[in-house]
């Protein structure tokens, strides 16, 4: 193996939680698509990925060589009075509306922007422009994926579909080869559930060639999915009850050895998370597992599980195996949404506790890294995580459903600040954030808008400061 791949862990607990709390900048600042397409294959054989005990072994990272740009989200003010748009942005920040639900974002286009926007992405142009996808959370037909497409001035160019007629698209997730997997969050039967659809952010929908679903990772109310290039694995999140986290793993005829890229997810294995501690489908968040898992306890080890009838509903499956005496794979991770892989980590929320989880590849092991239930409103922002994405600037930013309806940053000692908040929009969550790849504005959407309706979402964007001001 002659690539970079991920820094070690420590095993020693405290000087753990204080790098799992850093860890987003151990690899400098460097931009999302770089970082990933460095960490895909480059001809050497990794570890067998059908074993998961044998993931590849992390390496120091070499540094990014030239100066570091500006972080804007260092360091911020305290969040001011809303703007015109009704946006809450600390000093030097600015936002405009760059789409509304059902109204077209380029002049005299035909091409109106979806309802319910959710989870979204940025991807860089050879012309130093940018696109941004973003889900539609709607029922069949009207669900799907949209793309803005921005110059390298971040004026909108064009507006488009990639994806059309699938239901309850979520969130999702980018990939190292700069697809977009879109996750529908639904499950209504056995046999009829959701699934994750790969779209080219690059190329409008096409009937002649429309993106592909992926029934092998999995039917179930898929929320989100990030990728293990190293190792050759896809993680993901259900939204249900007693939703589970899954992982795929490819085998040599998914993701060839040599290759950057998979060919297809069709043969390789879905596997479910349980917490070795934990009696199967038991509920990680349980009072009574607290001395075990939780805020400042040490990680616990885990094991991936395969899921029981992979191609049928996961719920479904679940609930019959119960009928029947049998506790199913895998434990319960309470209202599982956002999850995001960087530096051989990776990071999920539960949101109805207000946790975010940290998964470590190489060691197996799974903690507790923040808990909005446990501080102030003041060192504690984010107290309905969801939607999360870290930066090219190495920044967590976790957007909220519900609470105060915030962006918030997820500081290096524990505690989150926020970075935006709406007003007027109570009835409403904030999805989708990401960030240019020039690291220059932040993206988000108010899924339901001022009046609560899906038909009325507004899709942001924040003009990030060049210099600190406070």
Known sequence: MTQDAYPLVPLDFPLRR???????RTAGAVGLTGFLAAC???????????????PLPPVDPEPPAGPEPFNPFAQFSELQPADANGVMLPKGFRSRIVAHSGQAPVAGSSFLWHAAPDGGACYATEDGGWIYVSNAEMTAPLGGVSALKFDKDGNVVDAY???KGTSGNCAGGPTPWNTWMSCEEFELTQQIAGMVWECDPYRPWSDAAPPRAWPALGKFAHEAVCVDPVNRMLYMTEDAGGGRVYRYVCDSTDWPAGADRPVKFES??????????LPRDANASDAAYADIVGLGKPPVSV????????????????????????????????????????NGIVFFVTSSNSRIWAYDVAHRTLEVIFDGTQGTPETHSIDRPDNITITSFGEML????????????????????????LVG??????????????GTRLYFSSQRGTTGLSEEGITFEVLLPTEVTL
Do not use: C
């Not at 390789?268 to 501690?277: F, K, P, S, Y």
């Not at 962006?407 to 524990?414: A, P, S």
């Open 268 to 277: 390789g294995q879905l596997q479910v998370l349980r917490i070795d501690a």
């Open 303 to 342: 094991t991936w599980e395969p899921a029981a009838f992979p191609d049928q509903g996961q719920k479904s499956i679940r609930d019959t195996l119960r009928a029947g005496g049998i506790l199913p794979p895998g434990n319960y991770f309470q209202k599982a949404e956002g999850i995001w892989f960087f």
């Open 425 to 438: 929009h109570d009835n409403s969550e904030i999805t989708g954030p990401a960030v240019s790849p020039d």
């Open 161 to 163: 579909p990639i994806l």
């Open 398 to 421: 976790v957007a909220e459903d519900g609470g105060n309806l915030e962006i918030g940053v997820l500081r290096e000692n524990g505690t989150s600040q926020a970075v935006m908040r």
């Open 40 to 54: 895909g294959g480059d001809g050497d054989d990794p570890a067998d990925p059908t074993d998961p005990t044998d």
């Open 18 to 24: 204080d790098f799992l709390l850093k860890t987003f």
